[in-house]
């Protein structure tokens, strides 16, 4: 069997996107941490286009981007599958993914702005958790997947680690008591999974170093 | 209700909708096209698409699939033999993904950015979205499509852009063929498929569109 090599970073949630899905997969690989203040030549070989981790490596072939290594994983290793078979359901979650991707970028604002700006951003990570509580997740049942952890589960995975984490650095509450219970109940029900809370990095590293980096975005604004 | 078992709500300028009508017509899959009204959508779009209330949207058998890249993936799923625009092997459907996802961050906000912008906005516009295009340039190196010998998912996905490089470059006073003239080579190509040539409105009529639509932003 090729190698299958995983270059990426732990403060990062598209990283640890790749890892639940190799978990799942039974996939065994090899993890290269990389320093984001400085980057391997392998890291900037590997993806010339972002420059960015996740890379996956797979017979010295690199697939960049997570969701699109996703999709390769479902396809090259088909148990324990990340999407649906029928057409249709893949599209609907083909669909809450990319809703996730262009969406989920403003939770990230709010952490790297203050004042107006921050506020703005606020209101854009407000409205996609509402969509996803009134759409997304209406009528579901454990996860987005059903009764098993599908494709959208993990892309959605940042938001049931990485959001709280930046509600507590910033002091901007998203889940306020008794708003968006689906949510609420879909981000306890991921963090129980085994191989999901088996592997996620630890809080108060990630508090610590999230709150250092937020002062330096701030002050070079 | 339309009688058709696929209907393409769309609007005639829109790269998004042209992948779709050249991924149907490759596969030669009759369906209903419905132009919609951006300023006045109608009910079957605000219901067909709740969360965006965008065009395209596909509907199949009544059921709506929306965002022209998994509408594209779809069409290919349910239509897998007739002329099918992905490749089979998993890693080049994967750097297939990757392209078509790059050409949607990219070109669609600079392109915007250069006939809706001026000054040093603009410039800026122009210069990232020249560069976006030599990257692609490179991707296609010397084969003829970037999906190989045949034309595929990419070229799809990126052709409709085509129909607007006259707009792009009128309004931004530059001429994208002396940067990238191997992609103009391509373009020509891709636009002798009959697919390709009735998806694609003139690249006078979407310059029109666009002189209008600033007219009516108050960008003139």
Redesign the interface.
């Known amino acids: 069997m090729e190698t299958v090599k995983l270059y990426g970073a732990w403060p990062s949630p598209f990283s640890y996107r790749v890892i639940w899905a190799l978990k799942l997969k039974g996939i065994p690989f090899e993890y290269i941490e990389e320093d984001l203040s400085s980057k391997s030549p392998q890291l900037l070989q590997y993806n010339p286009v972002y420059e960015k981790v996740p890379v996956l490596v797979h017979g010295g072939r690199p697939i960049c981007e997570s969701m699109v290594i996703l999709e390769y994983l479902d396809e090259k290793w088909p148990q324990q599958p990340l999407l649906p078979s029928d057409p249709y359901k893949r599209a609907e979650a083909r669909f809450w993914v990319k809703f996730g991707e262009d969406r989920g970028p403003s939770v990230w604002m709010i952490y790297r702005t203050e004042g107006e700006k921050q506020e703005k951003a606020r209101r854009d990570a407000l409205e996609m958790l509402t969509i996803l509580e009134e759409h997304g997740l209406n009528g579901k049942k454990k996860f987005f997947g059903g009764d098993n952890i599908n494709i959208v589960d993990i892309a959605f995975g940042g938001i049931a680690h990485w959001m709280g984490v930046i509600e507590e650095i910033t002091g901007v509450k998203l889940i306020e008591d008794n708003k968006f219970p689906l949510l609420k109940a879909w981000m306890h029900n991921f963090k129980e999974v085994s191989f999901i809370n088996e592997n996620l990095p630890n809080r108060e590293k990630m508090v610590a170093f999230f709150r250092a980096r937020r002062s330096m975005i701030l002050s070079s604004a | 209700m339309s009688e058709k078992e696929v209907v393409l709500l769309d609007f005639w300028p829109s790269p998004f909708g042209m992948r779709l009508r050249i991924a149907l017509a490759e596969k030669g899959i009759d369906y209903e096209y419905k132009e919609e009204d951006l300023w006045n959508k109608s009910p079957l779009l605000l219901k067909s698409n709740?969360?965006h209330k965008k065009i395209p949207v596909l509907i199949?058998k009544g059921?709506p699939?929306?965002?022209s890249?998994?509408?594209l993936?779809?069409v290919e799923?349910?239509w897998p033999h007739k002329s099918p625009l992905l490749p089979s092997d998993?890693?080049a459907?994967?750097?297939a993904?990757?392209w078509a996802?790059?050409i949607d961050k990219k070109l669609y906000d600079l392109g915007r950015r250069t006939w809706a912008t001026k000054g040093e906005e603009q410039e800026a516009a122009k210069k990232e979205f020249l560069d976006s295009l030599k990257?692609l340039e490179a991707e296609l190196g010397d084969k003829p499509y970037f999906g190989g010998d045949k034309f595929g998912f990419v070229d799809a996905v990126l052709i409709p852009y085509y129909s607007w490089f006259y707009t792009y470059e009128t309004c931004g006073n530059f001429s994208i063929e002396a940067d990238c003239p191997k992609l103009i080579f391509w373009a020509k190509r891709c636009l002798e498929k009959e697919s390709v040539k009735k998806s694609l409105p003139p690249q006078e009529k979407v310059y029109g569109f666009v002189l209008e639509l600033k007219k009516r932003l108050g960008l003139l």
Do not use: G
């Open positions: 709740p969360v199949h059921k699939v929306c965002e890249l998994i509408a993936q779809y799923e349910v998993p890693y459907r994967a750097r993904r990757f996802d790059y990257l």
